[in-house]
């Protein structure tokens, strides 16, 4: 479990904090979905569950040992991240790219196993055809589809682990958003901890376990999907009227714009 212990964090001279007081348990088995309008603090908050950052007040709790505490060569053994923005200008392989991945699992030279690995988590992610190509000559949603496969592998292996997605499908088509998250998902089954960054309420109703809901760097809400993807909640994240429709014969509600301020809550 990860405990969030009143955190806070302010950059520079701003006058808001980016985070203000933030606590919450996170816990392994499921989904945690980050929500919230632009600006409310997500990525700087998955920075900080990553170990990357520091809060300026309050602390990370990893099984109960603090989170920034830990070696960093420990935590690469049991935490991956995927970041929003992962520029990469020098020909590498894509092979190569998801290699590094299991840099923390070996000395000077990757087993046999390691290499076995990369390559299963490019079939996992539909990439394998690619393995040859240069990195940069990728699309945007080749290259998000590698870096997932990288993150895969340096997960792969004995021991409880931390999966960090900030925004993992924002180059996805839709075939691939929903091969994406299903991993994420499988990888919470298995008794890890996953944390996803998402804009879109429809994949976080879909995917999400639990959901932890920023505005402004507090957090708003936390709780079950089905407990804050309500409208009232949405409406004050997002400053927008939201219906939530349960069409019949799916197991999540769908989120539409509501067609007027007197939209209610529809739950067939």
């Known amino acids: 479990m990860i405990r969030v212990d009143h955190i806070s964090y302010r950059a520079g001279n701003r006058r808001r904090k980016i985070l203000d007081d933030i ?3 996170i816990l392994p088995g499921g989904v945690t979905v980050l929500l919230g309008a632009n600006g409310a603090g997500k990525s700087t908050f998955l920075r900080i569950l990553s170990g990357e950052q ?11 040992r603090p989170l920034h505490a830990m070696a960093p060569a420990e935590l690469a053994k049991r935490r991956a991240v995927l970041t929003q923005h992962a520029t990469i200008d020098l020909p590498f392989t894509v092979e190569e790219i998801v290699l590094m991945g299991r840099y ?3 000395g000077s030279k990757p087993s046999v196993r390691d290499k076995d690995i990369v390559m299963e988590c490019l079939k996992e992610m539909q990439v394998a055809h690619l393995s040859g190509r240069a990195f940069p000559t990728l699309s945007g949603g080749e290259q998000q589809r590698v870096q997932m496969a990288r993150v895969l592998a340096q997960l792969e292996g004995a021991g409880d682990k931390i999966l960090l997605l900030d925004e993992p499908t924002s180059n996805l088509d839709l075939l691939h958003q929903q091969l994406c998250l299903q991993k994420a998902r ?8 996953v944390i996803v960054v998402l804009h879109d309420l429809n994949l976080a109703a879909q995917f999400a376990d639990a959901i932890l809901l920023l505005k402004q760097g507090r957090l708003l809400a936390t709780g079950p999907t089905k407990a804050v993807l309500i409208p009232e909640l949405i409406r004050q994240a997002y400053d927008m009227d939201i219906a939530v429709l349960y069409p019949e014969g799916y197991l ?3 989120i539409v714009p509501a067609t007027n301020k007197k939209q209610l809550y ?3």
Not at 58 to 63: F, T
């Open 23 to 25: 606590s919450c348990n």
């Open 54 to 64: 520091s809060p300026q007040s309050g602390k990370v709790w990893w099984n109960d």
């Open 104 to 106: 923390p699992h070996y």
């Open 186 to 193: 499988q990888l919470s089954r298995k008794g890890h901890i």
């Open 252 to 254: 999540f509600p769908i």
């Open 266 to 268: 529809v739950n067939n």
